[in-house]
């Protein structure tokens, strides 16, 4: 199968197609299975806190996905989506302290598990 060029992706066909079957042609975070012409080379370690480019931090995820993520690490990723997926309303640092100085408290949400490690 060839590969389109992923969305951004400064890969070569090879690298990229590697990376498309690391994953079995899903998303590494949600499952969809993706679509050879419109997905995305996403760096589970963004690269902003360190991540590089090697393979092992590659993966192939849908445009939904990698733009959600953005530059986030897998566990605060995890934290968006549940609160996504629970429909928990995401709150600031700031936000936070100000809800809990008027006797709010955090609700944190039960986690929930990324597509690869339901496998
Ligand atoms: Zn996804």
């Given at each position: 199968m060839i590969?389109?060029?992923a969305?951004?992706?400064k890969f070569g066909t090879k690298t990229r197609q590697t990376i498309y079957e690391k994953t079995n042609y899903h998303c590494y975070y949600c499952g969809t299975a993706l679509n050879p012409e419109n997905w995305s080379v996403d760096h589970i370690i963004p690269i902003s806190l360190?991540?590089?480019?090697?393979?092992?931090?590659l993966t192939g995820a849908c445009i939904s996905c990698n733009k959600r993520k953005k530059n986030h690490t897998l566990e605060s990723f995890r934290t968006l989506q549940s609160r996504l997926n629970q429909k928990i309303p995401w709150f600031s640092p700031d936000q936070t302290k100000f809800l809990e100085r008027h006797?709010?408290?955090?609700?944190?949400?039960?986690?929930?598990?990324?597509w690869w490690e339901k496998q």
């Amino acid at each position: 199968m060839i590969v389109k060029r992923a969305l951004g992706a400064k890969f070569g066909t090879k690298t990229r197609q590697t990376i498309y079957e690391k994953t079995n042609y899903h998303c590494y975070y949600c499952g969809t299975a993706l679509n050879p012409e419109n997905w995305s080379v996403d760096h589970i370690i963004p690269i902003s806190l360190g991540g590089s480019d090697e393979l092992d931090n590659l993966t192939g995820a849908c445009i939904s996905c990698n733009k959600r993520k953005k530059n986030h690490t897998l566990e605060s990723f995890r934290t968006l989506q549940s609160r996504l997926n629970q429909k928990i309303p995401w709150f600031s640092p700031d936000q936070t302290k100000f809800l809990e100085r008027h006797g709010f408290t955090k609700h944190i949400p039960s986690p929930d598990l990324f597509w690869w490690e339901k496998q």
